[in-house]
Nanobody, 122 residues
Framework: QVQLVESGGGLVQPGGSLRLSCAAS?????????MGWYRQAPGQQRELVAT??????TYADSVKGRFTIHTDNGETTVYLQMNSLKPEDTAVYYC????????????????WGQGTQVTVSP
């Protein structure tokens, strides 16, 4: 089974930066169709933050211009660089991997990390 390992969460002041990391045990990031970051605040639904598919990135409007999703040179890890953090960015951040074994079939497999807490507070 795929296990996603996340790290990098913590407590920062508004305007600060954090970098989250996610790696899949036993697989390279390139093995997956899409990698993404989601977040969930207490009492709220989980929302999409950013995705990367074959090197192409997308972002939620709320983080556009502040966050960057990218992989390392060997594509072993996906990162979320978070700059200019705001209190409303406070949430548990989850890494998601999508495996698409056959594009002819309408059946993808989703894998989730355990989540890492990001808190932005004075």
């Amino acid at each position: 089974q795929v296990q996603l390992v996340e790290s990098g969460g913590g407590l920062v002041q508004p305007g600060g930066s954090l970098r989250l990391s996610c790696a899949a045990s036993g697989w390279s990031i390139s093995s997956f169709y899409t990698m993404g970051w989601y977040r969930q605040a207490p009492g709220q639904q989980r929302e999409l933050v950013a995705t990367i598919t074959s090197g192409r990135a997308t972002y939620a409007d709320s983080v556009k211009g502040r966050f960057t999703i990218h992989t390392d040179n060997g594509e072993t890890t996906v990162y979320l660089q978070m700059n200019s953090l705001k209190p409303e960015d406070t949430a548990v951040y989850y890494c998601k991997a999508v495996w698409r074994p056959d594009p002819a079939l309408a059946h993808d497999y989703d894998y989730w990390g355990q989540g890492t807490q990001v808190t932005v507070s004075p």
